[in-house]
């Protein structure tokens, strides 16, 4: 087994948060101690800084020659409905001529929308047929009720993508945080499908289980943060007016925040803090409140048994506080064939920060998938 040891973003359009009442005659009194409170509740599992504002002037100030190294990639979208009715937002790259047939799918993570796959879908878009989509509650595709916002609902919706948008030819499946723990659970819900239809598996900063007393905050233990998170959030989702105006408050704050907790290089590019801070503030806190619990209940040791049996690559970064190294360890462990690649000065968004390793691991997974294609056709 080897390990060998990026990033750009677009802007994501969100849904606004729905309104809740501001009518609390209190609300004046406490909102700067309420601000203070905002800060460790939004450091949850996806590296959610939902305080950082929209840095346009900072992002300006970056761009070289005049270009936004991020500037959003144009696609057509389509709607695909899910087995409840939620409307997930789908968009997929052709490529013209495609001996092998592989379509690359990319699942994204907790607050974000399949924009973070910026490098890995620019990389990948003239090499095979690549399927993004933004999870439900997330990006463009429509809000869940908060009691489907778990990841086996997740798997349903990826089930139902891979059906209606990539049909029956082989599949690379790429997953990213909670993403990765889609993909495991798939696996669970569709062991069949893997080895056959689905050739190969790319899971990167992710979690296989034993984040119900993970804390992202170095000063507050587990236990206390997540018995603070739940309630804080649910009040928070009930004063919409005052988080905006903390987010607007909190700008470099949020900044700081974001750079600090989702990546890991001393010389990062400031636009891609600014990238994925856009697309952390657009995501409504209803949406960071809906899916927080289910993190609590992540179990996926069954998946490894089906995992096992196709071709893997298991990316996780020294500097993650997110989904800790020791995270990754243990997937390793749980498939001793999979390449692990792990990059010493990254964070939870390696797959931006350090895309080149993360590229180049997935060009290997994909020549080893492939090769899988050429000896089923021996057969």
Known sequence: MSRRAGFRFRVVRRRPVRRGSTSQPWL?????SMTRGVVPVILTAGGVAALAARRRLRRARHRAGGTDPYVEIQAVGRTVVADDGVELHVEVDELAAD??????????????????WHHQRLHFRDRARVVLYDQRSHGKSGRSDPEHC??????????????????????????????GMTIMHLAQDHPEWFGTRIIGVGLCTTS????????????????????????????????????????????????AVTR????????????????????????????????????AEVDESAAFSTLAGIPASVIGAVKDTITPIGHTDKIVSLLPDAEAVIVPDAGHMVMIEHHERVNAAFDHLMDRARSTLVGQDRR
């Open 150 to 179: 778990r990841i086996p609902q997740l798997s349903k919706d990826l089930a139902r993508i891979l059906d209606e948008v990539v049909g029956q030819g082989p599949v690379l499946l790429l997953g990213h945080s909670m993403g």
């Open 208 to 255: 296989a289980g034993d984040l119900s007393e993970h804390s992202v905050v170095p000063f507050i233990p587990g236990k206390a943060f997540v018995r603070l998170v739940p309630p804080l959030l649910g009040t928070l989702t009930r004063m919409p007016r005052l988080v905006t105006r903390t987010r607007k408050a909190g700008a470099d704050i949020g900044w």
């Open 28 to 32: 004046g009194r406490r909102s700067s």
């Open 99 to 116: 001996p092998d047939g592989i379509t690359v799918v990319m699942v994204h993570g907790y607050a974000l929308s399949l924009a973070c």
């Open 260 to 295: 600090w907790f989702g990546f890991g290089r001393a010389d990062l590019p400031p636009a891609m803090v600014d990238f994925v801070g856009q697309m952390l503030d657009e995501i409504p806190l209803e949406t960071v409140a809906d899916f927080y619990p289910a993190f």
